[in-house]
């Protein structure tokens, strides 16, 4: 016979459980059904725990490099610039490149604190055709010269 104590327990148990259960959304009706879900659950959270981690040092390794988006507007470009971090001299390079390439900029956001960040609307070269390739070719190679020239030569990326 069990005392009231020992009831009291059981309760106690039998209603956690019935919380593991239902937290884990397990169907089993066994104690020990109910366990090896539990467990197999906490696995699961762990794989998307480590799975997650590794998503936000791809994402923050990616914020380190340079990325060059060129995006054909019209009879223009839309130009999208990110570097990990501002060289001097960065967005006058940059725009030389532009100037090289006989774009105008039509409109242009700045901003080279920490990082370096420009969004660029260019008027495309009237006399010779240019083409995204091309564009992103030049800005990136502007990167280049700038940050080896300012001893912070790189990895530019090329997606």
Known sequence: MMSSRERKKAAALQEKLQILRSITHSRALSNTSIIMDASKYIKELKHKVVRLNQEIACAQDALR???VTVETLGHGF???VFSGKSCPGLLVSILEAFDELGLSVLEATASCADTFRLQAIGGENLVEKVDEQAVKQAVLQAIRSCCS????DRDVDDE
Do not use: A, C, Y
């Not at 020239?149 to 912070?152: D, L, N």
């Open 65 to 67: 490099q340079n990325r």
């Open 149 to 152: 020239e300012t001893g912070r």
């Open 78 to 80: 839309l130009v999208n």
